[in-house]
C-alpha cells in the first residue's frame, strides 16, 4: 500500500479515455485541481508520518469501512477517512499511532490539505 495518496502513480489505463474519467473522479472528489496534483508529495515529515501511520493502522483490522454519505464527493472523503481513523484507533493504540492518527483526524476536521497548500503556493 502506497503511504501517500496518488505520489506521482496513475492506474492503469488503456486509452485517453479512461484517463479523462480517471481525472474527473479525481477532480470532482477534490484531490487535484490539474495534472501537476498527480505528483503530490507531503510537505513535512510530521504529515508523511501521519499519513504513513494511517496506511499502515489501516491495513491492519480486517474490518471493511461503510462510506458515509453526503452530498458532496469532498466531503464523502472526508467521511471516510474520519470511518476508517475510527475503526482504526484501537489498533493504532497497539502500534503505538494513536497521537498520528489523531492527528490527521484533526488536519482532515479542519479540511487541512497539503495540495491545498501548494496550489495556494502556486497561485502567489
Known sequence: MS???LAGH??????????VDYFR??????????IRDFCYTPLTVRR??????????ASRPAASVTPARSSTPTARMQGDILDTLA??????????????LEELERLVCAA????DCL??????
Not at 496513475?10 to 484517463?19: G, N, R, T, Y
Not at 473522479?25 to 490539474?34: P, T
Not at 508523511?48 to 493502522?57: K, N
Open 25 to 34: 473522479r479525481m477532480r470532482d472528489f477534490g484531490i487535484v485541481e490539474s
Open 87 to 100: 475503526i482504526v484507533a484501537a489498533h493504532a493504540s497497539v502500534l503505538g499511532s494513536r497521537e498520528l
Open 48 to 57: 508523511a508520518a501521519c499519513e504513513a501511520s494511517t496506511a499502515t493502522t
Open 10 to 19: 496513475i492506474p492503469f489505463v488503456l486509452d485517453w479515455a479512461e484517463f
Open 3 to 5: 503511504a501517500f495518496l
Open 112 to 115: 487541512d490539505s497539503d495540495a
Open 119 to 124: 496550489r495556494a503556493r502556486r497561485s502567489e
